[in-house]
Each structure stands twice: as structure tokens, then as C-alpha cells.
């Protein structure tokens, strides 16, 4: 996805719902965004300013999978049965993997720890720590802190978050996320 | 948010955490990401491969404050007491007013609205047709098919949508959102 | 919305019903209420005794909005990258503003301290204080007891709550919902 | 609760800590607002501009229980077991009575009709008729579109609104409901 | 508890959906149970045996509004703002009052002390103090180890519990709720 | 629906919190009800006047897990895997039995049609049939209105409902409930 | 449910259809997976390989009840009233016994620690002993660290888990769920 | 993970104990089951016999990342923006994908469409036209009766089910979702 120029110009709402109804003459459902051909770009209702948009940095599916992969290999390979997850900065997962033997409480464990990690773009590890001197930062809904989160970083802000739960320890977990996080760098 | 250039080095899990209890030191509560100063940087763990990173286009907070009060301002010269949300293209929540006199249906229902419109990237009054040939389409959690929503866009591509809820009719409420999304034209 | 004197007749469901049919010819889709037309009181069913009534004191969509940019603002003049929730005296959400890279976890955080600052009255920090002896209170469902909650208040009553969550500390949080309620005395 | 005049001045954080500690000395649990005496009033941080507040028109609780009382006595009196809900315009319950074998789906369907009822400023009745032309007004969280909710008005404007469920038919429901709200003129 | 008799003859399910059939040619909404009157009986399905049954004893609605208020009424004679729950033996809320300017947080935490009062069959003030002992039982869901809820009891057995929230102490909340229990015995 | 005899003699609460820290000098966690043994009884604070009293009528245990396991079993003869589940007047769950291969809908599925069948008195097939009057009673939160729930019933009002869930056809669900239910009268 | 050699023809979806849909001809309704017939064989879309597939080992619901029913029975022998569950190594109850008389806090509170037991393979007793290492654990959500849960192992991995609440000690709690452990082995 | 025989003693609860006492010197989080070597076996608390075992058939984490990668890259050759889950015969999430551009409705629509598959073993797009028989099946909770899942079969058996959602019709979700299906095939 890379970065686009922004039109400037303002089309109405009639012209829209034009092409839309167009658009819709198939069998249609659960449709994502119209592709981004000429046609298309000719019945855009409302291209907003330059100065109106922001870019969030993200990564790819194919590099969060990665990523993911490499974490739960990194457990395999250590006799661990976990669960992985990869959240975006938005909180939002993008990719959940339940490994073979995982316990049940793991999936959901993993998916709060890499929100924990994104969301203060620290190892969970860290944070656990920060809980002595507030200890109700733990009552943040979506988070956890337990060891087993890690945040994947683009010049230092984070992008991502990996984690991992299921191991004999949080100090385990969070060594496989670690690896995931690396395997981005290769 | 400008875009970044992405650093390629990687450095180790341990030197990350040193430099996180460095920065744990003061009193420290619900802390978002480290600045972005050079010594943070040099502690950076895993910056990623360029090819690992992906933008998505928002609109910053700014233009999503002065759209959802565009809006506002619609329905309130028309004589409609509404709720009006801006949510991006991950359906996060930017901005939600919930003006005065509003019904306490209409926040949710404006979230709602808004959430389709940037999920299909339509006019939720033109969603609502659809369902002619896919009933089902509104049994999708988070989604309310009703008029009011409207997306926004950049390159046809839809960035945010807005929801309104709380006029007399669906059509009116869309009317407002469309003024909102006008705004940012200007 | 000013102080309304209030009717004394009550008129039948039947009549009632009969003006709301008529009311409902054109496309009606998520309306509100009537508006206050003579023609509308006609059809009113059952306006209330005087001695029925009570009055809750809260902001105007205006000064709410108005207080939530000057935390936004405070934060960004700060460095400092949040989300900022104004709540009302019956806990419901008027304002919410996820500033620009203000992690996931603080649209919730924010509407949560705002919501415990408004329930007790009193800034979050000091509520915190109060675990020492009741810790329970924190169980409380819908309430944070972190820093960066402050009530706005009229003759000393809670009539809103404004909520800061993303800074690296709960007190800087505090510090800008507090610039917040000090913008509506200006 | 009487309309109270507003004050003006804007007292610091700092005085109203200092206040707010000395008020949790004894021992301090789920406390509401401090009570209006003058040196609390002394102590306020915020009082805001008069131009700042708005005023919503509800039902004292004893109007509210006088109300739900008349209901379930109506149903009881027509030898029917059911729920009754008071909810203010805010959507808030109020009251709420379980009635002598109601069934178990009565009290969540009874506060939905009187969320319904308060929320379009009519009776549930009607609003049902209203989805010939808008279906999906019934996929609105929180709401119920069943006979046996009727809004409290003053003035026209709803304040509050009586949902009934557990009768054999929801015309028999929202009877009752018409006698609660009849019982507040009496 | 000790048992009543009962019918023991079994009709089949082909006869009782005659009955139902017949009982629905008028509209029909939200009905509860048919009316015990020697026609219905005659429709039974499956009148069960004697040994199979159990009764549950709990307040009558009567008695739980009768209770409710004589809460609420203590707490505005000693100028506190509180929220008043009865619960039933299953945990089912028979009577929710939200006091004239109670807190948001308010009607949520007296549900949840009355339900821990009747769960444990123990004033929560003094079940409070268990958690020294076993602190996670306040991790059980639906509970609030706060001093404000008080069981109603008969012949020992809970039959009852009483919530109260909004006082500045959990001891003033359970004073008011000890005086609903006590209105029980007059 | 009878009423019992009950102890008129209110204790106060100061007696009563002593026997209970009598009562909590062991290791306590989770505990139910005091045994209703003389000591306990003399503990008594608010045994209630016998006029406050109503008794629910229910399944024992004993009886509701008969039926539960004739139902499953009458499922396993026809060679079907389902899901079981008998819930009391109050909707709560008394037993739940997941068959050996039934579908990770058929739990809730199965309760749903427990929770509607005992709700409204009638078989679930009876009731889906209703909608056709009555289309938005589905909306009512924790129903069902699908083939498979049947009431249980004595002299004619419902104590239990049983549901099941899994086999290919809604009437073969049901008549395995309804032999759950005819299990009770033998 | 024997273990089953796999096909590893891969039919199309085409034909696959054609058979879904003629065996849809009846009134179908919550229908499970089609039965294991050699016609219906033949329609089989996607046989995975060997290789694919996994099995997870469980208990049968005969054994689940019967330790289930054990369970009960130890507690009503001691004269405690309480609920029992039995949850699968994914998580997911099987078993779920409401005992009269038990507290309505008590079949979650047993669910989850079936769950925990489950999920870490150990004695929810020694498992809330854990929490002085990783204070966090019971964060995770589903969890309860209360005496009274108990795994069921297959060659020291864990099948199942029985929780137990309602009894006044956790640990009287945990003696009836080994009882059920137990029972499995006679 | 072969299938195991099954050991048959049954050792004490204290001798379990003490090995998991044993077991949980070192920092502990998280922890899945004991690895199964001799000195845990020696450990073995509740082997149960082999009758009360039964086993169920699901994919590996390797094969159900294989097929949800699949069904992804069929959608991305075909220009499409989905998510893609894959469920497991419990209805347990074992893979899930946000793919590159999918709107956020996305990864719930995948899941619960997968799910809806296995519970049915059918296709979403047949099972959507059984509606016209049983129209309230869509009320079950977790499904979701649109195009886009497709069963995993061994034996006709349904193992997993695999959900797409993003693309603008649901047949064309359902090719990819096939496209996994055969993926295993091969």
C-alpha cells in the first residue's frame, strides 16, 4: 500500500450514489472498498485536503505473519505449546494463531499482551514492573500484564504488537515474541 | 504524522529493556510511546525492513473535529437534535458528540452508521438497498443499515465515515453527515 | 435549553396516537423527538404535574466540545499524544477525541476517568488515594482510579467529568483535563 | 432539586486537593458529590460560566415509583404477571419491578420498551408501525419495538419513558403502561 | 423447604399444542404464562411429579418495594443520594431504585453488593473482611466486596438481598440497607 | 403459589455480623448459605414477617438432570448429536449437557430454547409460529424462537423449560425435549 | 468415536453443493453434521490428508456427567449446596449441575474454575498459590484462582476440568471435585 | 499429536500436589500442561480409564495455516481486501488473518462464518437458503448466514470451518474460502 496523492477535488453526494448503484447491480455482499480504477476515482464523492489525512505505519500481512510464524516455530522448537498474536496500533488483530496443544485460556491471553505492548511500546515484562508504582494501569480494559508481549518498532515508535502465552512462564513466552519481533530484521 | 524513513538496524531484546527501565524511573502511568528523541531511537529493539511496512490514510484529529462539528452545525440550523461520530478506517472511534438533546439511542446509532460507511465505503442509504439481495448483510456485528452514514474519501478510497442519529428520518440525518464530509473540501 | 413550565392536562393515548401517525407519513428513519410546536403540544398525552419534575444540571455540547479541545490542545502543546472523553452527570460519553497517535488503550481509559472523576466528584488522582482504605471501590464496573480524571463542577455539584489518557504519566493527564475545566471559566 | 443560580469563579486544583483530602479522612467508600455545604462550596475548583450549562427535564424518583407502582398495580389488578421499567431521557433506569411471577424475560424486554418509548418520544405501539418503512430502525442497540412502552411528556418533550412485558399481548402491556403515565397527572 | 402436592396426570405434547394454538388467535405479544383457570389445566403437558419439585422462597414484590423504600427513605433522611437494589435468592433483581441525584456508578454497585449479600448470606461489610483470607473471591463475577449490601433472611436462609451505593461510606450504604431489611419485620 | 410459616424475631445487625466473624474463623471461600441449624438460627437477623414471603416452584437437581439425560438419550436412539439444556422459572441454568459430537452452536443454541419455552409456557415450535403476529418478540434478549424447547409444568404454569439444539431438523429437536419432559412423570 | 482413517479424494465444491442441497428438501433446522452414511460419503467436498489432522483427546459426556453427578454427590453428602461444572481441554462446558439451594454466584464461579484447572493442569489450589510469583495470571479472562477446581488427566496432559463453588471453604469446594476426579477411575 | 494409550491408575490428590508444588519453583506465568516426561507421569494424579476417553478430529496449526494462507493469496490474486478465519470443530478460532486494505468488519464477518460452516457442515451460501425454511436459525448466536464459509471435511465430518470476508460479493468470499479448502488437498 503505498503512499498516494490526495485529490482535491469535491464531488456530490448525487454523482456518488450514482456510481454506486452502478456498482451494485451484481450479487453483492459484504464488499470491501471499490478497486481504485479511473472510473471509480471519477465518481469519488469526497477526496478530502492534503491537509486533512494522516498515515498510521503498519505492517504488512505477509511481515506480521512472519512474524508470527517465527514466534510460534521459536516455541515449538522449545517443546512449548502457546498461542501467538500480532495487533496492529490501532489494537486491532491481524493475526491469531491458536498452536497445537495451547490451552484454552491462551489465545485471548496472547492477543492482550501484544495490545499491552503496542499500547505502551514496551515488553510486557517492563511494564509488569511499572505496576508498583500504578498499580491500577492493570485495570485498562484490553490489556494484561504478564510477561509475553512485545512491541514491533519503526524508528522507535511502535507498529505492532506480538504475543505469546501458553509456556511454563511469562519469561518464556515473551523470548518467543522476542524472536518474532527479530525474524522482521532478516 | 509525517512519513517516516525506516531504520534498518536491529538491536538486541536486552539492550530495549535497559533502556526501558532507564525510562521507568520517574512516576510513570498509562504511558503512551517514548518520544521520539535521538537516545530513544539508539535503544530502538526491532526496527523493521521497509518492505515489512504498510501506511493507512486517516484523518487527523483535527479534520475529524471539524467535519463531526460541521455536522453538528448542520443538524442544529436545520432544527435536529443528533449525535455525530467520525471513525476510522480500522472503525475506531475519532470523535463522537453527542449534541444536545440528543436521544440516548443516537451515539451508538451514530457509531454504527458511521462503521458501515467506512466498511463499504457507501452511503449507508445506499447499503440499505443492498439488502434486497443479501439480508443477512446486517447481521455483521458493528454495522447498523440505516440512512445517516456517510464515507469519506481519499482517491476513492474510503479514509473515515461519519454517522449521524437522531432526526426525524434517516435521509435527514445522512444530509448532515454529508455536509460534514463536504467540510473537509474546504 | 431553558427551564420550561410545565403542563397540567393530560390527554388520551388515543389522541396521542392519532398525531403521532400523522407524524410519520414522510420516510421516518431513527427520529428523535417532536419538535415543540403548538400543533405537536396539542397531541402532547401526558404532560406531567410540575411536582413530577426534576432538573439535572449538565454542559451545553458547546462548552463540552470547548473544554475537550483545550485538553487536546494542552496535551499537544505538551508533546503529549491522548484521547480525551467529557461525560456527563449520568456517566454518558458527550465528548470523545482520539488525538493523533494516542495509543489504543486510551479512548476507553480516558471515558472511564472521566466517568469515576464525575461519579465521586473529585479528580482521579485523590479517588486513587481513597483505595488505601477502600480497595474495593476499584471493582466498581465503568470506573479507572488512575490520574488524569477531573470533575467540572457548578456550586460545588458534579456536572461532568473530563478524562485525559496517553501521557507517559497519570499527573500530566491530569494537568491537561484540568487545563479543560479551567477553559469554561474563561 | 431546585434551578440553581451558578457561580462564576474559578478556584485552583491545588485548594480543591487540599479539600478533597481533608474530606476522605474518615473511612470513604462508593461516596456520591460532597454535600452543597459552604465550605465545600469554598472549595470548588471549577465552577463554570453560566452560559455553559444546559438543563434536562426528568421524573423525581418518587414520580418515577409513583408511576411503576400504578403500572404493575393496573397489570395486577387484570390479573397479569409483569416487569415494569421507569427510564429517564438519558435512557437510565430508574425504577424497575419484577412482578410476582413474571417471567424471566420481562425485565431486560421492559426496560427496552421504555429505552424505545423515551428515546422517539412515543409509544412502542406506534413505533412498530414505523418499521414498514425503516426495518432496521429495530437493529438500534438497546431498543425493543413491542407494544407495551409509552413516553412520559412535558411540554411534548419526553422525560421519561414506562416499559411493560410479560402480558399475553403487548396492547395489554402498553395499557398498563398508559395508567402509569396517567397516574403522574393525577 | 418442604413440598407441595401437585398433579401427577402427563397429557401428551399434541393436546397442549392444541391449547396453545387456540390461546393465540388474538394478538399476542410477550405473554407470560397462561392463566391457572380449569380450562388451561386441562391442556397440561406434563404436570410432574411430586417428588420432582422444590420451592424457593423469596420476597414478595410487595415486600421487596416495601423494603426498597424504606431504604431509599433513610438515606434522603440523612441527606445522602443513593442508589437501592433487592435481588432475589437467584441472583434476579426484584426492585432497582436510582435515587434523585444519585451517582452513574451508583445503581450498578448496589445491584452487585446486593447480590454478593444474598450469595454469601452475609452483611458485604463482613464479607469484606473474608477477603484477607481469600482475596480472589472478589473475582467472582457479579460480586462487590463493599460494605453496603445486607441479606434479607428467613429461618436463617437467604431469601433476599438489599444493595445500597452513593453514600460517602460503604457503612452509611449499609445503615440504609439494614434499615429496608428491618422495615421487613414491622 | 402458598405461604409458609415463618420466625417473626428480628435480630439486630450487631449480633448477627458477631456470629458471622464466628462463623468465618476457618479457612472460608466462596461459601453458600448458613446450615440451618438451631445455633445459625439464633444468629438470625432479619427473619421477615410471614405476609413478605412468595414461593417459586422448580425442579429439584435430581428431577431436572432425569430429565436432561432421558432427553439426550432419547437423541443418541435416533442416532442424533445434540445438545441439552433445563433451565427454572428464573431462566437460570440448571442443567447443561453438551452431547459427544454435537456443534459449537448447540449449547447456547440450547438454552435459548429452554430460556423461551419456560418464558412463555409453550413449545418453542408453538411460539416461533407467533411471529407471524408478533414478529419483533425474537428481539427480546435470550430467546429463541426455533423448534426444540418444550415447558415443564405443573398445574399448568411452568417451572422448567428443556431445550436441545443439534439435530437436522428443529421437530426432531423438540420431541426429544418432549421426552425429557414425559420423563418426569414416570 | 473411534479414530477414523482418513480419505484423501478432494471433490469438488460443485457436487458437494448438489448434496447439501438435497438434503435440505425436509424442514431443516440447527442441523448438525450430516450423518456418516456412504452416500453422503460420496458428496464429500474436502477429505483432508493424514497429515492435516490432529486429534484432541476428551472425556465422553457419559463419563462427564458421571463425574459430574459424583461431584454433587459428594457435596450433598457432606451437606453443602453447590453447583459443578466439567469443561473440556478447549474450554468449553460440557457439564454444567445448578445443586439445590446453591448460591447464584456459585455455576460461573464453578465454570471458571473447571476452566483454570484446565487450562494450567493443575489443582486450582495449588494454582492460586502461583499468584505470589505472577500476581497477573488472574487477569487473564475466563480465570478464577479460588480452591475448587481440578484437572482430569490422560496420561498426565489434562482432558477435562471439574469446578466446584458454593461450599463454605474453597477447599471442601476441591475435596468434591477430586471426588469426581475419581470417580473416573472406577 | 498421535493418538495415546490411555494408563489406568489413579494416584492421590497429595501426591499431585506435591509434584506441582515441585514443578513451580522457578518464575511461573502462564503455563500450559506439564511436559510429559516419566517424572511428571510418576505424578499423574487422575489417569482415567480408556472407556471415558473419546477423541476429537481437528487440523493442525500447520495445515490451518496453510489453508488460511491460501484462501488469502487466492483473494489477493484476485485483486481483493479480506480477512480469512479458520475455526475449529469446538468453534475455537485457530487462525485468523486481517489481510492488507480489509475493512474492519472483516475479521468478525471470516469468523463467523467459519463458524457457522462447521456447525453445519455446509457451505454459508446453502446454508443462507435454508433460511427461507427455518428463518430465526440466524438468531443462534455466533453465526452469521451469508456466503463466505466453507466446511473442512474428514470423512464427511465436519473438522474446521474457513471463513472469508472483505470481497465484494459473498460468492466470490466462498471461491477463496474453497480455494483453502483445497489447499489441504494437495
Chains 1, 2, 3, 4, 5, 6, 7, 8 share one sequence.
Do not use: Y
Not at 477535488?9 to 480504477?37: C, I, Q, W, Y
Not at 517492563?126 to 491500577?136: D, G, W
Amino acid at each position: 500500500m503505498k503512499k498516494i496523492s490526495v485529490r482535491t477535488k469535491v464531488l456530490t453526494g448525487t454523482v456518488a450514489a450514482a456510481a454506486l448503484a452502478a456498482a451494485t447491480l451484481g450479487a453483492v455482499s459484504a464488499s470491501a472498498e471499490a478497486t481504485d480504477t479511473p472510473s471509480a476515482a471519477a465518481a469519488v464523492k469526497a477526496d478530502t485536503q492534503n491537509k486533512n489525512l494522516a498515515q498510521t505505519t503498519g505492517l504488512t500481512i505477509a511481515a506480521a505473519t512472519k512474524a508470527a510464524q517465527a514466534t510460534l516455530d521459536a516455541a515449538t522448537k522449545a517443546g512449548q505449546k502457546v498461542s501467538v498474536a500480532v495487533v496492529d496500533r490501532d489494537g486491532v488483530t491481524r493475526v491469531l494463531l491458536k498452536g497445537d496443544g495451547a490451552g484454552p485460556q491462551s489465545p485471548e491471553s496472547a492477543v492482550r499482551k501484544a495490545f499491552t505492548a503496542v499500547s505502551w511500546n514496551a515488553p510486557t515484562s517492563e511494564l509488569a514492573k511499572r505496576l508498583a508504582q500504578a498499580p491500577n494501569l492493570k485495570d485498562i480494559p484490553g490489556t494484561l500484564f504478564l510477561a509475553g508481549g512485545a512491541p514491533v518498532q519503526s524508528k522507535g515508535a511502535p507498529v505492532a504488537g506480538i504475543g505469546v502465552a501458553g509456556a511454563p512462564s511469562g519469561d518464556l513466552d515473551e523470548q518467543f515474541a522476542q524472536a518474532g519481533v527479530e525474524a522482521l530484521g532478516k
